[in-house]
């Protein structure tokens, strides 16, 4: 499928770059990664770097359409989310990128340059000091799990007093993985072919969790690839729009699947194991579902998600005993 996405250029980054830093913008390099939006490197005329976050139809590649901020699980699409998820942390002494500059009119922020790389390529090319890092983000991860909300659902919906749309966490995670199973069922013959039996286990697994009134904040999708390093290798959390209040095992079934076996720095006592269970066939469920749904239209890399979705799918298979 032909893209017919319009990426933006120098002149249109220009006033946001000047309004941010007070300079002007030589050159812009449109950075990997982003599938609900674009992240653009600001070179500025006296050769410092900043990034710039837009938000806008051509850069949402899940077309998703607006997002209800009282979904814990909406995709965070606006300047204003992030912000409020940049100021939680900063307020829990969780590093993130420094906020510069934040502009409601151009749905767009700009943010510090993280120029050390990532946590996740670290890991790849030198193990000894990827493990100092990930020390050293083991200990950020536990300063965020340190900190609780007053109930369920988006950090900034409820730091000011908003209410959520779920219920509870579990109930909310129940929900995805049903209808990601009908999803993937409909692109995905081996998936069609247990839809009942995954059906019938996620309701199983989901009887066994007790209720808990305990939310804690977490990032909600913490891979390895999710943490930049600054100059002198400490660790900063990005992606950081969905952060919420919710129940910790959701964080760390991602984590156990992004970190694989670097996970064990990671790990926390006390996990509920009904949770667990739950969220690690409801995440794989997900990982299966959105990829084959991405693929469908004009993302730019369809042989990495389909990547991911199959290796989920494997793993789907094997929670359901296939």
Same mark, same amino acid.
């Given at each position: 499928?032909?893209?017919?996405?319009?990426?933006?250029?120098? /002149?249109?980054?220009?006033?946001?770059?000047?309004?941010?830093? /007070?300079?002007?913008?030589?050159?812009? *390099?449109?950075?990997?990664?982003?599938?609900?939006?674009?992240?653009?490197?600001?070179?500025?005329?006296?050769?410092?770097?900043?990034?710039?976050?837009?938000?806008?139809?051509?850069?949402?590649?899940?077309?998703?359409?607006?997002?209800?901020?009282?979904?814990?699980?909406?995709?965070?699409?606006?300047?204003?989310?992030?912000?409020?998820?940049?100021?939680?942390?900063?307020?829990?002494?969780?590093?993130?990128?420094?906020?510069?500059?934040?502009?409601?009119? #151009?749905?767009?922020?700009?943010?510090?340059?993280? #120029? /050390?790389?990532?946590?996740?390529?670290?890991?790849?090319?030198?193990?000894?000091?990827?493990?100092?890092?990930?020390?050293?983000?083991?200990?950020?991860?536990?300063?965020?799990?340190?900190?609780?909300?007053?109930?369920?659902?988006?950090?900034?919906?409820?730091?000011?007093?908003?209410?959520?749309?779920?219920?509870?966490?579990?109930?909310?995670?129940?929900?995805?993985?049903?209808?990601?199973?009908?999803?993937?069922? *409909?692109?995905d013959e081996r998936i069609a072919a247990v839809r009942d039996d995954l059906a019938e286990t996620v309701r199983r697994?989901?009887?066994?969790?007790?209720?808990?009134? #305990?939310?804690?904040?977490?990032?909600?999708?913490?891979?390895?690839?999710?943490?930049?390093?600054?100059?002198? /290798?400490?660790?900063?959390?990005?992606?950081?729009?969905?952060?919420?209040y919710f129940d910790v095992e959701w964080e760390h079934v991602f984590?156990?699947?992004?970190?694989?076996?670097?996970?064990?720095?990671?790990?926390?006592?006390?996990?509920?194991?009904?949770?667990?269970?739950?969220?690690?066939?409801?995440?794989?469920?997900?990982?299966?579902?959105?990829?084959?749904?991405?693929?469908?239209?004009?993302?730019?890399?369809?042989?990495?998600?389909?990547?991911?979705?199959?290796?989920?799918?494997?793993?789907?298979?094997?929670?359901?005993?296939?």
């Amino acid at each position: 499928m032909t893209s017919t996405r319009r990426h933006l250029s120098r /002149g249109d980054l220009a006033p946001l770059a000047r309004a941010a830093t /007070g300079r002007s913008l030589a050159a812009v *390099d449109r950075l990997r990664g982003g599938n609900k939006k674009g992240v653009y490197r600001l070179v500025l005329d006296d050769d410092t770097t900043a990034v710039a976050y837009v938000w806008s139809a051509d850069e949402d590649y899940w077309d998703a359409g607006p997002a209800d901020p009282r979904d814990p699980f909406s995709a965070g699409t606006s300047p204003d989310v992030f912000t409020a998820a940049h100021d939680r942390l900063a307020a829990a002494g969780v590093r993130t990128p420094r906020l510069l500059h934040a502009d409601s009119t #151009r749905d767009a922020v700009v943010v510090e340059d993280m #120029r /050390g790389g990532s946590l996740e390529g670290l890991l790849e090319r030198d193990p000894v000091a990827g493990r100092v890092a990930l020390r050293r983000f083991a200990a950020e991860l536990a300063t965020l799990h340190t900190q609780e909300g007053p109930a369920l659902g988006k950090a900034g919906l409820v730091d000011n007093g908003g209410t959520s749309s779920s219920s509870s966490a579990a109930r909310r995670v129940t929900e995805d993985a049903l209808r990601h199973i009908e999803q993937a069922a *409909d692109r995905d013959e081996r998936i069609a072919a247990v839809r009942d039996d995954l059906a019938e286990t996620v309701r199983r697994l989901a009887a066994a969790v007790r209720p808990r009134d #305990r939310h804690t904040l977490v990032h909600g999708e913490l891979g390895a690839d999710h943490v930049l390093l600054d100059d002198q /290798g400490m660790p900063a959390l990005i992606d950081i729009e969905g952060l919420m209040y919710f129940d910790v095992e959701w964080e760390h079934v991602f984590l156990r699947i992004r970190f694989g076996p670097h996970y064990d720095a990671l790990g926390a006592p006390d996990l509920d194991e009904d949770r667990m269970r739950l969220y690690r066939l409801a995440m794989h469920l997900s990982l299966v579902a959105g990829p084959l749904r991405l693929i469908e239209g004009d993302f730019p890399n369809p042989g990495w998600m389909r990547e991911i979705a199959e290796h989920n799918l494997v793993r789907v298979l094997e929670l359901v005993g296939r």
